[in-house]
């Protein structure tokens, strides 16, 4: 019996152990990366089986208690392999355990990358979307035709390769939209790096802002902000090469190698050049010599003759990353180069057949990045860069040319002005960024950005080149701060608070000849305001509202011209916007099959709205000028839906409807008599056009790590009115509609180490238009080789 009781007593006792054991709680805690070495925000931790979990934060770090005990940990993303691993939690010990997810692609959110980059921004209480450029890197597509993917997004061009390009979003175009590459502005950094030069290749995705930006850009942009994030490849070794061909003697090429040593020593080196002869046929009036007289109603088909470009860019950094002092410090240069023949003025019955502008670009740069600087939580991003811009301006032909290319001798010459101008532009850059994150909840955003640009200009007609008396200068300060509030995964919200300033000098005009000049300054600033807010009200069902009190500064070619075929104009106001954006989505996997479908209601309230217009200079002769126009009204929306079945199929489209009407109500300012033109539609601007696509993928074909991937997508654009409405309907007053078709079929070999492509742009040979009725190129074929190797 006394046994007994002893045995009792013992297991009584062993019992309280195991169950103080039990009762124990013990931390864990670490950090979730990427294979990219980015912070793995919003990832889910949880030990298996149990009820204990925790989501990372936006520095992805995590923390979770439970009782001590063996365990098996997971780790899961969007986009993402999940990862497990064995843990053993110990009473009165916090154990730390670092895991790296791997990036799994999957068609889930309409085409674009569904990893962790996405994933935060579809979180982000800003509409936003972003791009994937992986399935898009065997195309001869640029940049900019990339971009033309996303909801309420229109690329307009006045031509073929090299041509002008502007970028349109939710009513806004050119100007009022911001590029960024990797978050650093690209002001100033002159035509031969634009969007529609740098191959798709060169980014690893694009982030669309709509409407209201995030005050960490530091930007004055009303009509959104356009962010390009390059590959960061912390592979060994890597190379990706690339070249194409096809019509209009069109020659494209890509390089981008680099190596990372296991000292944490990076390099990397970007190249690209595009060539075409742009000599496509376009339908036109033709001036008669005989006559002096342009007969509109004739109608010829012709031949540009005049219209070769090229281009040249070659990127290069180097530096270290992942060091206590530094997450990434990477000093960079850039070179590029330009040559353009000048086919056409701003209109396209004015043809030339002697001017041409050329140019080249310096660009050293600096970028700095470190996480937990000096205090846990505490993100610093310094980013300053330089710019020596050259452009030339030469006009010195003693010939007039038509469209038939024919040619008589000029009376003075000079096409369109003679000149020879050279123009030597400084452009300074530099930003600031820090976030402050306090707990999970709550992240405090600084940013300032700086801009310093000088103009100045230098006749190269005679032997002794000579240089304006006076430069044109400006000087840009724009600083940010906001507060996010993120209580729970499932909303949070954001308010902010933007100054703008800007200086500005430069010549004005004493005399009406315009022959005499003194220096004129001008300063402006403002204060700008909003807030952003989402909220998920189910699973996969995410609602964001965000308004801004924007202000947009004017930019150095709206205020100085381009030294050729377009007028600034010195005392132009700055815009001022109320902006309103509402977004629902819905994205959803289920099996097989994945479901994404996103509306967008926008409103905008512009006053001292900026306008292009055309200007007749005499003599048959037109350039452009800018102008503020009181007041203008947009209310639209955008649709966007997009389904994909497991591995083989992707089908989506966008539609966008956009109202830009004029909303002055009278002819002048003092004045009761109402305008012409109040409530028509502002000119010149496509309101209602769609994009669709069908992409078929058939895996392993022929043998295992093969793919082929057969793309057709189309674009249809509205007609549209040239002129204002209040002018009337003439079809020459008109852009008609447009309906064009592409095809692209490649095939990748060795999980695509090697890869071809062929591609059929605008196969039903429609007329295309986008700017002043300038025809852009009909039916085109074009063919590529891409290799790819490396870790």
């Known amino acids: 019996m006394w046994i007994n009781r002893r045995l009792d007593v013992i297991v009584f006792l062993f019992l309280l152990v195991s169950l103080s054991m039990f009762s124990q709680q013990a931390k864990l805690s670490g950090k979730i990366k990427t294979n990219t070495n980015e912070a793995a925000d919003f990832a889910t931790v949880s030990l298996k089986n149990t009820t204990y979990g925790s989501v990372t934060g936006v520095d992805g770090f995590y923390s979770l208690q439970a009782p001590v005990g063996d365990y098996v940990l997971t780790v899961s993303a969007i986009g993402y392999k999940t990862v497990e691993r064995p843990v053993k939690l110990v009473a009165d010990r916090e154990t730390k355990v670092n895991i790296t997810i791997a990036e799994q692609a999957t068609e889930l959110d309409e085409v674009v990358v569904v990893s962790n980059g996405v994933s935060r921004l579809k979180r982000s209480a800003y509409n936003v979307i972003a791009i994937d450029t992986k399935l898009l890197q065997n195309s001869t597509q640029n940049l900019s035709e990339t971009l033309a993917q996303a909801p309420g997004v229109k690329l307009r061009e006045s031509g073929g390769v090299g041509s002008d390009m502007q970028l349109m979003m939710d009513g806004f175009s050119g100007k009022h939209i911001k590029i960024f590459i990797d978050g650093v502005p690209q002001e100033g950094v002159g035509s031969s790096f634009g969007l529609n030069n740098i191959p798709a290749n060169y980014a690893e995705r694009i982030e669309v802002y709509k409407g209201v930006v995030p005050v960490g850009f530091g930007t004055d942009a009303i009509g959104g902000v356009i962010n390009i994030i390059t590959k960061k490849n912390l592979n060994k070794w890597f190379l990706d090469a690339s070249y194409s061909y096809g019509s209009f003697n069109t020659h494209k090429s890509y390089v981008n190698f680099g190596q990372t040593f296991a000292n944490g020593l990076t390099y990397e080196i970007n190249a690209f050049q595009n060539y075409s002869d742009n000599n496509y046929f376009v339908d036109t009036p033709v001036k008669d010599f005989a006559t002096g007289a342009i007969n509109k109603k004739k109608i010829e088909h012709v031949e540009r003759f005049h219209d070769m470009y090229h ?24 070179y590029s180069n330009m040559y353009k023949d000048i086919q056409t003025g701003v209109r396209q019955e004015v043809v030339f057949g002697g001017k041409y502008r050329k140019g080249h670009s310096l660009m050293p740069s600096l ?12 993100d610093v991003t310094l980013t300053a860069n330089y710019n020596k811009n050259i452009t030339h301006n030469v006009d010195t032909s003693n010939y007039e040319y038509n469209w038939r290319g024919e040619m008589r001798l000029l009376r003075l010459p000079g096409e369109q002005t003679y000149q020879h101008t050279r123009s030597d532009n400084d452009n300074w850059n530099g930003t600031f960024t820090a976030n402050y994150r306090i707990g999970k909840a709550h992240v405090f955003t600084l940013n300032h950005v700086l801009n310093d640009f000088s103009r100045s200009n230098r006749s190269m007609l005679n032997s002794s080149s000579t240089q304006e008396a006076i430069a044109k200068e400006t000087r840009k300060n724009i600083s940010g701060l906001s507060y996010r509030l993120m209580p729970a995964e499932h909303w949070n919200i954001s308010a902010f608070g933007k100054y703008y300033n800007q200086f500005i000098a ?10 005499q000049y003194t220096r004129t300054t001008n300063a402006l600033d403002a204060l700008g305001y909003g807030a952003a807010g989402t909220y998920f009200i189910i699973s996969g069902l995410q609602a964001k509202l965000s308004y801004e009190k924007a202000y947009r500064l004017p930019t150095n070619e709206e205020m100085f011209g381009d030294e050729d075929l377009e007028s600034g104009d010195i005392g132009i106001k700055p815009e001022n916007s109320d902006n309103v954006n509402l977004n629902l989505s819905y994205n959803e996997q289920f099996g097989k099959h ?5 509306g967008g209601f926008i409103y905008r309230y512009t006053k001292d709205y900026i306008q292009r217009k055309l200007v007749d200079l005499g003599g048959g002769k037109s350039g452009a000028a800018y102008e503020n126009h009181g007041r203008v009204e947009t209310k639209g929306y955008t649709l966007s839906a997009r389904y994909g079945f497991a591995d083989w199929v992707s089908v989506g489209g966008n539609f966008t409807q956009m109202d830009v009407r004029d909303n002055v109500k009278t002819v002048s300012g003092g004045s009761t008599q109402e305008s012409l033109t109040y409530g028509a539609r502002m000119p010149n601007m496509p309101y209602r056009f769609a994009n669709s696509d069908l992409t078929f993928y058939k895996h392993n074909l022929w043998k295992k790590g093969n793919l082929l991937t057969v793309t057709y997508d189309n674009l249809y654009m509205h007609s549209f009115p040239l002129y204002s409405e209040a002018l009337g309907s003439e079809s020459s007053f008109v852009v ?6 592409n095809l692209t079929i490649s095939y990748g070999v060795r999980n695509g180490r090697y890869n071809f492509s062929f591609e059929c742009r605008n196969f039903t040979n429609e007329k295309l238009y986008d700017n002043f009725s300038l025809q852009k190129a009909g039916r085109a074929f074009y063919g590529k080789v891409r290799i790819a190797f490396g870790n």
């Open 311 to 334: 281009n040249e860019a070659v990127i290069a950094k180097v530096g270290i990353v992942n060091k206590k002092w530094a997450d990434r410090l990477m000093f960079g240069f850039t």
């Open 367 to 378: 970028e700095y990045r470190k996480q937990d600087l000096f205090t846990k939580g505490l």
């Open 506 to 515: 430069g010549p004005i005009a004493t005399s009406s000849a315009q022959d």
């Open 594 to 598: 994945a479901v994404y479908v996103e």
């Open 736 to 741: 008609p509609s447009q309906f064009s078709h």
